[in-house]
């Protein structure tokens, strides 16, 4: 399934909570507390105001194109903090016409009309629903780790596999930095493997490595390269899997009992020799 394309680069990444808005196939009303005319943008899958003839910047091109149900938001009167279920600081950017969220000082995100978003208007307060810590990967890093979760308890009768979002967060951040940096794969370990040294310098093992200071001691990782040219369907969580478990070294790190918690994430780049290189990587930690 297609996350649509990122200002940012790439394709927009699911991050924290999965978010409850009311909607419906009809124009709803508006009041003094809500805002209508929000629409899902079927070219790059935002969700942006439609309540002006200008439809703003879209990563796609040109500007957004309403599709799919009619939304409200929420915007007050905020008499008291959002409660647990529920997220502010979101809101409009006067730029590109998206809805973003506002809640870190020093990063407005990237705008597609340049810079970082605007904040305009009202801020908005978004309810959740329930969620677990699986819900920090998005869906092909979340088949990815319950193909080595299943193969961890199954296979190397362990007790336990859990999601610890801070490994989701190194996980990832190692993954987008082989994205970023084309041969950065090919710089091997002592020990000789590839895809584990971070644009930095950085290993992910050991009581500097990328684990430790994340979680505070050392863990594991296996990563994974598939690459595709043309038309060619890219690798999914199979194909990282069967990699891994058709290699002793990663296969022992999978079914390792020592290692309780995990997290998987996914990026891809464009090589400058024609190829598009998907980066898999799981951390473990005990």
């Avoid at 909607?23 to 003094?32: A, K």
């Avoid at 190829?275 to 005990?286: C, L």
Wanted: with cysteine.
């Amino acid at each position: 399934m297609t996350k649509g394309p990122c200002p940012a680069g790439g394709v927009h990444k699911a991050w924290g909570f999965n978010y409850d808005v009311w909607g419906g196939d009809q124009q709803p009303v508006e009041s003094p507390v809500v805002q209508a005319q929000w629409r899902h943008c079927g070219a790059c899958h935002a969700f942006f105001y439609d309540g002006f003839s200008d439809k703003g910047q879209c990563p796609a091109g040109g500007g957004h194109q309403a599709a799919g149900w009619h939304f409200v938001i929420y915007h007050g009167p905020l008499t008291s903090p959002p409660s647990p279920r529920e997220q502010g600081d979101w809101r409009y950017c006067g730029k590109c016409h998206a809805l973003f969220f506002d809640g870190f000082p020093a990063n407005k995100g990237r705008c597609p009309a340049g810079g970082g978003h605007e904040a305009a208007g009202w801020t908005f307060v978004l309810g959740h629903i329930e969620s677990n810590a699986t819900d920090w990967m998005d869906t092909q890093e979340r088949t990815t780790w319950v193909l080595v979760k299943d193969a961890h308890l199954t296979h190397g009768g362990c007790s336990r596999l859990a999601v610890d979002p801070r490994l989701v967060v190194v996980a990832r951040a190692h993954s987008e930095d082989l994205a970023a940096h084309p041969g950065l794969w090919d710089k091997k370990t002592p020990e000789g493997f590839p895809g584990h040294y971070g644009s930095d310098g950085s290993l992910p093992s050991g009581p500097d490595g990328r684990i430790a200071k994340a979680v505070g001691s050392s863990g594991a990782e296996n990563v994974f390269r598939g690459r595709i040219r043309g038309n060619a369907a890219p690798p999914g969580p199979d194909t990282a899997f069967n990699a891994w478990w058709n290699s002793s070294s990663h296969k022992a790190t999978i079914l390792n009992c020592n290692h309780n918690t995990s997290g998987v994430g996914i990026a891809f780049g464009n090589d400058p020799d024609g190829w598009t290189s998907y980066y898999f990587t799981q951390v473990f930690h005990p």
